[in-house]
């Protein structure tokens, strides 16, 4: 529990580490990295739903 409360966080900071902590470098951290570069707020909602979900 603690764990993700970091992970989240850190998705707030920079929203593909927190998704990299929590799938590493599958396809959910490229997509991350796509919604971050388009728009920083799609990345940190992107990351917080995958933290959140998994």
């Known amino acids: ?9 850190l ?3 920079l929203p593909p580490l927190g998704v ?3 799938v ?3 396809k ?3 997509i991350n990295i796509i919604l971050t ?3 920083f707020i799609p990345g940190v909602i992107h990351a917080i739903y ?5």
């Open 50 to 54: 995958i933290i959140v979900t998994r």
């Open 11 to 13: 998705a707030v900071i």
């Open 1 to 9: 529990m603690l764990g993700d409360l970091i992970k989240i966080i």
């Open 24 to 26: 590493g470098f599958g």
């Open 37 to 39: 570069l388009l728009g």
């Open 20 to 22: 990299l902590l929590e």
């Open 28 to 30: 959910h951290f490229w």
